[in-house]
């Protein structure tokens, strides 16, 4: 790889976003590798999403536009060819059709090679592309990236399974995690990892409150918890268990009856919501929680895992899809999925005593930047997923 170009994401003050870009340029630099950061226009200063739920829907088009004509000037102007990497940190991009089209009219010597991450997309059943009617579409979309990228980077196992039964063409890779930057996260708090028996007795909910994450879930288990373990007073508030949500922004969801059932269980003093987080405030009430669940359907790894684990709290998460090759197939931090029974068993037991593994996740997702790396430099082979028997990686431990 003679350069990087390196095509990144907009920072949003309520996403991992505004991290994404340093975690990467502090393994390039380390790895001693001649990089560019192809500059986008982000549409306003708020650092908000505004319109949809997982990046704001106007402000993800025109940064990514605005990256892609940069992009186009750097290839005409000559200083992108062959030899280089054109990598992106979101297979969607508006305006990436421009490359197959420049590329297919300039010598083999002029191309450059193109790697896109998969962060979900159509082949994902619980993603935010059905919920509004854009698969049709997208799929269609996917299909042309396919058609020319020379790498597609799957964050799991079972995400290269969706990506085959879509019938993708590329080269698969399973990078195994999501970006992070475990040095970067525990900076934030000084280094002050708080000993976990000094913690507030307190269980978090730090995923978007929309449906594909299940908050109804988290919710059934507050009240099954509650029914089974809960310390009432005389009003029938619990005295000791804190059960709350973290939030980078008001919180919102993209079904209504979660939202009522909210604020039904906030006045009966059953959950607590904490709003408008920077992700500094974000760390520091991790770095005071003993234990952080999830229920989601399509995390596909979750950043939010990786950030507990660094900051010392038990993570317990559903032994679902990417959950179980996230988890190294640790049964004591996974349950059955949908099982209330099983999930709130498995959350009381957390609350006392820190897990004998806690950080080896975090650990492991901190060297995904350079299993990237590796891939893109050609060193990779051991990630390809190309023969027909890639599903023998699925019950791997990865560490």
Not at 106 to 127: E, G, M, N, Y
Not at 290 to 308: I, K, P, Y
Not at 310 to 318: D, F, I, Q
Request: glycine share 8%; hydrophobic share 35%.
């Amino acid at each position: 790889m003679r350069k990087l170009y390196y095509m990144g994401l907009e920072p949003y003050k309520a996403r991992y976003t505004l991290q994404l870009q340093e975690w990467n340029e502090r393994v390039f630099k380390q790895r001693g590798i001649n990089y560019v950061i192809v500059p986008g226009e982000t549409l306003s200063n708020d650092q908000a999403i505004v319109t949809g739920q997982v990046l704001d829907a106007h402000g993800r088009t025109y940064f990514g536009m605005s990256q892609l004509m940069n992009l186009v000037k750097m290839m005409k102007q000559g200083e992108v060819g062959a030899g280089d990497i054109v990598y992106f940190e979101d297979m969607f991009q508006p305006g990436i059709e421009s490359l197959p089209y420049i590329m297919k009219q300039i010598p083999i010597t002029s191309r450059p090679k193109i790697f896109v991450r998969c962060l979900a997309q159509s082949i994902d059943p619980d993603d935010f592309v059905h919920v509004w009617g854009m698969s049709e579409f997208m799929g269609h979309y996917e299909k042309m990236v396919d058609s020319f990228a020379d790498g597609v980077l799957a964050s799991n196992e079972e995400m290269v399974m969706h990506m085959k039964i879509a019938g993708w063409k590329a080269p698969i890779y399973n990078i195994s995690g999501l970006a992070f930057g475990k040095d970067e996260v525990r900076g934030r708090i000084g280094n002050a990892i708080k000993p976990f028996n000094e913690r507030k007795m307190r269980i978090a909910f730090s995923a978007r409150w929309d449906q594909e994450k299940q908050p109804d879930f988290y919710m059934d288990v507050i009240e099954e918890f509650f029914k089974r373990y809960g310390d009432m007073d005389r009003h029938g508030v619990p005295r000791n268990v804190e059960f709350c949500v973290f939030s980078g922004s008001k919180l919102k969801s993209n079904n209504d009856s979660y939202m009522q059932r909210t604020r039904d269980m906030q006045s009966r003093g059953l959950l607590r919501v904490y709003e408008d987080l920077d992700k500094n405030a974000y760390y520091g009430l991790l770095n005071d929680t003993r234990v952080l669940f999830n229920c989601a359907l399509q995390d596909w790894v979750s950043n939010t895992v990786s950030e507990a684990d660094a900051l010392g709290c038990n993570v317990l998460y559903p032994a679902y899809r990417s959950f179980p090759e996230t988890f190294a197939n640790d049964y004591t931090r996974m349950y059955a999925p949908w099982s209330v029974e099983d999930a709130t068993i498995k959350l009381y037991n957390m609350l006392h005593q820190p897990h004998v593994n806690q950080g080896k996740i975090s650990d492991w997702t901190d060297g995904t930047i350079d299993r990237i790396c590796d891939i893109l430099e050609g060193k990779g082979q051991q990630w390809l997923r190309m023969d027909t028997d890639y599903r023998k990686h699925t019950r791997e431990a990865k560490y």
